[in-house]
């Protein structure tokens, strides 16, 4: 079973330097793991990056010479890009932090904080070495000048505990049985036909989906369990707003997209890709249709602006992990807009007339070079395409949520069944 992970990791080439550190936290019940990086026997880097790790105690030096590419590989090997984790430089030479930090920087590894403690300030005589105690005092009073970090500790924890509700609701006396209530789900959420599916990933995938959707439902029960401390009433809870455009541009992209980073070659519903066929552009392309050309109008000419053909898919979810779709996918072109003109409100810049056929989804954020964006799909231009032309003519961008996504799928569906009428004046 390589599924239980520790929370703390210790990276040190000198044990007796970190003893104390492993002590504490063994002894509070704390997973705790220490990797050994002496350059000549020490231990060899993890084979998989852990998924719990909260946080990360890091040497910097592993030989009489700083080398920082040997202290990055070891956060790579144990931290996936874009995670959750407190990085604490435990170190002789607290000046290396900057270089550190670039390099992490470059491949996404950046903690949600540095702490910094320079060894230094702690050493005592005897066997000891350090003061362990003064040093945990020192990280937790850093801590606590980050307000908001406990409210997400006790969200990862009531997460934690309502996954193990939900399991708990299917246990019975005999683990078959238990077993047997999986496959029925499967089944259920699946359908009928995903029993005879020859891919395992498929049948997990919607095991997996079912799981979710229940869990949602019970994470609020544990919202409560704790008391809120007044320093976040005031902070995190109180009433001031937040003005950053940046910022609304992340938050909106992350409400709107899954953080899926695995996403080349799938053809999943929700997912947002750009049209690279020239061919395909001539025939779907809605940036020559004239509706849109009027609405588009004053970006078409606006210095800086890119306009691209783009596509989503959708694809019903239930056919999808049904295998029910047929032999194509159902894809609603769209153009994306990049540094798109804004208006002094700070909205895209557009005609302003209404169409009824046109879905707008402004302030959007890609990554630090495409970090304002603009999606537009026209609800008249649906169609249809085998997987393979998909995924030889399109490139994956983005996945909407299934929120999202349903939201879109059920404009449609009015969008094409609304009836017209007679109006004589």
């Given at each position: 079973?390589?599924y239980f ?6 990276v ?19 997973g705790c793991?220490y ?11 993890p ?22 590419e040997l ?10 890009p ?44 005897g066997s000891?070495?350090?003061?362990y ?12 000048k ?6 997400i ?8 505990q ?7 609701g ?16 499967i ?22 989906e079912?799981?979710n ?5 019970n ?6 369990k704790y008391?809120?401390?007044?320093k976040?009433?005031?902070d ?6 937040i ?5 609304d ?5 992350w ?25 395909l552009?001539?025939?779907y ?6 509706i849109v ?8 000419c ?7 053909d ?12 049904q295998?029910?779709?047929?032999k ?13 003109l ?29 970090n ?9 231009y ?9 995924s ?6 983005k996945?909407?949520?299934k ?22 004046f």
């Amino acid at each position: 079973m390589n599924y239980f992970e520790p929370n703390v990791v210790i990276v040190d080439d000198k044990r007796d330097e970190i003893q104390g550190i492993i002590t504490y936290y063994q002894e509070n019940g704390i997973g705790c793991k220490y990797y050994n990086a002496d350059l000549s026997d020490g231990d060899d880097y993890p084979e998989n990056k852990m998924s719990d790790v909260v946080f990360l105690f890091l040497d910097l030096f592993y030989s009489e010479h700083f080398d920082a590419e040997l202290s990055i590989s070891w956060v790579r090997s144990i931290i996936h890009p874009g995670a959750f984790y407190i990085l604490i430089l435990w170190t002789k030479d607290v000046s290396k932090k900057s270089i550190i930090e670039e390099q992490l920087e470059k491949m996404n590894l950046i903690p949600y904080c540095f702490i910094i403690q320079n060894k230094g300030d702690f050493v005592v005589s005897g066997s000891a070495k350090y003061d362990y105690t003064n040093l945990l005092m020192s990280i937790d009073k850093e801590l606590k000048k980050i307000s908001a970090i406990e409210e997400i500790f006790i969200w990862k924890n009531a997460l934690k505990q309502a996954a193990n509700i939900v399991l708990g609701g299917l246990m019975s006396k005999h683990t078959q049985e238990f077993t047997d209530k999986l496959k029925k789900i499967i089944e259920g959420h699946g359908g009928k036909n995903i029993l005879t599916a020859s891919e395992p990933m498929l049948k997990r995938a919607t095991l997996f989906e079912a799981l979710n959707n229940v869990l949602i439902s019970n994470i609020p029960q544990f919202d409560s369990k704790y008391e809120i401390s007044d320093k976040n009433k005031e902070d995190l809870y109180g009433s001031s707003s937040i003005t950053n455009n940046i910022i609304d541009r992340k938050l909106n992209s992350w409400f709107h997209f899954t953080l899926r980073e695995d996403l080349d070659k799938k053809t999943l519903p929700g997912i947002i890709a750009k049209n690279k066929s020239l061919f395909l552009q001539q025939l779907y392309s809605i940036k020559d249709d004239d509706i849109v050309k009027e609405l588009i109008s004053p970006q078409i000419c606006s210095a800086g602006t890119i306009i691209e053909d783009i596509v989503l898919n959708i694809t019903r979810p239930c056919d999808y992990s049904q295998n029910k779709y047929g032999k194509n996918l159902k894809l609603l072109s769209g153009i994306v807009i990049k540094q798109p003109l804004r208006k002094a409100n700070l909205d895209i810049k557009l005609n302003d007339k209404k169409y009824k056929c046109i879905l707008k989804f402004d302030h959007l954020y890609h990554n630090d070079i495409c970090n304002d964006l603009t999606f537009i799909f026209d609800l008249r231009y649906c169609f249809s395409l085998p997987e393979s032309i998909y995924s030889s003519k399109f490139e994956n961008m983005k996945m909407l949520n299934k929120e999202l996504l349903s939201d879109i799928q059920v404009a449609y569906g009015n969008y094409v069944s609304q009836l017209g009428y007679t109006k004589i004046f």
